[in-house]
């Protein structure tokens, strides 16, 4: 599960994985990466996909403001960058015992 390939979200996942057994294919589960595109509940999702996740990737980051404009748009331009697992841009509770928000 990573920004920018298809599917990045829980529910493209289980469309793609549904008719394939878990003994055979697997997804590395990336939830800093799936904020960067939006995201499905948390508990719903990893019950939904749960026999195929293999590996989970565990970070967290945050958005900063770029340096400079991109023209033609005059948009600013944004990154990512490493933070503490603490801290909330992927709230980890949530994930690891499903707590509610």
Do not use: A
């Not at 294919?25 to 595109?37: A, F, H, K, S, T």
């Not at 509940?41 to 195929?52: A, L």
């Not at 005059?74 to 509770?93: A, G, P, Y």
């Amino acid at each position: 599960m990573h920004d920018g390939y298809c599917p990045s979200i829980f529910s493209g996942y289980y469309l793609f994985l549904k008719d394939f057994s878990p003994d055979y294919i697997g997804v590395i589960y990336d939830p800093e990466n799936m904020v960067r595109e939006g995201m499905e509940n948390w508990r719903m999702g990893i019950e939904m996909i749960y026999p195929y996740i293999g590996y989970v990737h565990v970070k967290n980051m945050v958005w900063v403001n770029g340096s400079g404009y991109s023209p033609p748009q005059h948009m600013k331009k944004w990154r990512t960058e490493r933070i503490n697992l603490d801290d909330v841009i992927v709230d980890w509770c949530q994930i690891i015992f499903f707590e509610e928000i």
